[in-house]
């Protein structure tokens, strides 16, 4: 069965070093999403994506945060220049596109540690 | 965005009860999704609800969409301790698509 997978499972990082977060979507899947999920927290939303460009973002994606689809598999979530309170559980999704495509396959996710 | 309550919020069983948790926002939902997510791993869906008042099950799952769009359960029937995990519910109310999602319910089950 396909699946989202997502490298690394874990980035240990420095404060104000920046990140990219990689996951390649299932194949045929066209909208994008970036979660995120603090210890012991709920699952955030971050950002969509489709066709080629954000179809919406939270307020938790502000301008340290980019994304991008760099090739025809990649999905990648860039953080510029990290702080202490972006370590966090990364989860990319991805959703296949028709009426009843609303059903959003989440990849294992990264484990992001900033120090 | 909106709020989604989850209740309980853990649950300690033993192995071959029934559990019964559930879902509620102050504003209507498109779609409910119920996820299950174990340590270290992301959330996989069990269920996903359209249509206000469906009942769909899902082997020993059985999830329901409220009539009023604003609340959902999800019974899980003869548990195993394979059960183990955090149970989320996510929906959304717009065309984007964002999930938002409760808090969880975390359910432990003893052999």
């Known amino acids: 069965e396909p699946e989202v997978t997502q490298t690394p499972s874990h980035q240990v990082t420095q404060m104000g070093q920046e990140v990219i977060l990689r996951c390649v979507p299932i194949?045929?899947?066209?909208?994008f999403y970036w979660y995120r999920q603090i210890l012991g927290q709920k699952v955030e939303f971050l950002v969509s994506?489709?066709?080629?460009?954000?179809?919406?973002k939270s307020e938790i994606f502000d301008d340290q945060f980019s994304v991008e689809r760099p090739d025809g598999s990649n999905f990648t979530l860039k953080i510029r220049s990290t702080k202490l309170e972006d370590s966090a559980m990364y989860f990319c999704?991805?959703?296949?596109?028709?009426?009843?495509?609303?059903?959003?396959?989440f990849g294992p996710g990264t484990r992001l540690t900033v120090l | 965005g909106q709020q989604l309550n989850q209740s309980p919020q853990s649950m300690f069983i033993q192995e071959g009860e029934d559990v019964s948790m559930n879902c509620t926002s102050s504003?209507?939902?498109?779609?409910w999704l119920w996820y299950k997510q174990e340590p270290g791993e992301g959330p996989v869906l069990l269920i996903a609800?359209?249509?206000?008042?469906e009942l769909t099950s899902n082997g020993r799952l059985t999830a329901q969409f409220g009539i009023t769009r604003k609340d959902s359960f999800l019974n899980i029937s003869a548990s195993i301790p394979s059960d183990v995990g955090i149970y989320f519910c996510?929906?959304?109310?717009?065309?984007?698509?964002?999930?938002?999602f409760g808090k969880g319910t975390s359910l432990l089950v003893t052999p």
């Open positions: 999704a991805s959703r296949k596109p028709g009426l009843a495509g609303d059903e959003q396959f």
């Open positions: 194949s045929n899947h066209l909208y």
């Open positions: 994506f489709y066709n080629n460009e954000i179809s919406e």
């Open positions: 504003s209507i939902f498109n779609t």
């Open positions: 609800l359209y249509k206000a008042g």
């Open positions: 996510a929906g959304h109310s717009n065309s984007g698509y964002a999930l938002n």
